[in-house]
T-cell receptor, first 115, second 109 residues
């Protein structure tokens, strides 16, 4: 498809387990973002990749969270030793621009439930 | 203080009404401003960019007030389909976009 693709769409896991969330951005988009959204809340920035630059990891809430982007395309967000407070929708977005006029295209998100 | 603040609402308005939302931002160096729309259980989508001179797109008008550090969104002739959460978004430098928590609008028949 032409849009941002995320998988899985839903993930239920037990507390303490590790999870991997995947994002396929729109082809050619150099910028990729991860946000998370808890029920009824706004979007919380996690991490931002732009081209070959070092990622902006300033939003990662703890060292249990990490992300990588291989070959400037697909990205994986990994959460180790999941906790119940990690339950949220994890949204990935990509963009072809940086700075002014930036338009983000979001995927449908991964609903993570930690039991 | 949050970087981007919005009144969460909900704003309940009848069809045909005019409704306005404001959003304040804390960083005077912020450069770009946007309104995104998010339907229930859906991903956010860009509604419109906000330009210094103000801009209009059909029934929607966005304005920026740099001196007071706020942006606004005006919706005229509200439709039922306008019911959604409206997210204010700000960029500062090369940092990722910062989203407000959103203002919920419910247009009633």
């Amino acid at each position: 498809g032409a849009g941002v693709s995320q998988s899985p769409s839903n993930k239920v896991t037990e507390k303490g387990k590790d999870v991997e969330l995947r994002c396929d951005p729109i082809s050619g988009h150099t910028a990729l973002y991860w946000y998370r959204q808890s029920l009824g809340q706004g979007l919380e920035f996690l991490i931002y990749f732009q081209g070959n630059s070092a990622p902006d990891k300033s939003g990662l809430p703890s060292d249990r969270f990490s992300a990588e982007r291989t070959g400037g395309s697909v990205s994986t967000l990994t959460i180790q030793r999941t906790q119940q407070e990690d339950s949220a929708v994890y949204l990935c977005a990509s963009s072809s621009q940086t700075g002014a006029g930036e338009k983000l295209f979001f995927g449908s998100g991964t609903q993570l439930s930690v039991l | 203080r949050k970087e981007v603040e919005q009144d969460p609402g909900p704003f309940n308005v009848p069809e045909g009404a005019t409704v306005a939302f404001n959003c304040t931002y804390s960083n005077s160096a912020s450069q770009s401003f946007f309104w995104y729309r998010q339907d229930c259980r859906k991903e956010p989508k860009l509604l419109m960019s906000v330009y210094s001179s103000g801009n209009e797109d059909g029934r929607f008008t966005a304005q920026l007030n740099r001196a007071s550090q706020y942006i606004s969104l005006l919706i005229r002739d509200s439709k039922l389909s306008d019911s959604a959460t409206y997210l204010c978004v700000v960029t500062t430098g090369r940092r990722a976009l910062t989203f407000g928590s959103g203002t919920r609008l419910q247009v009633q028949p």
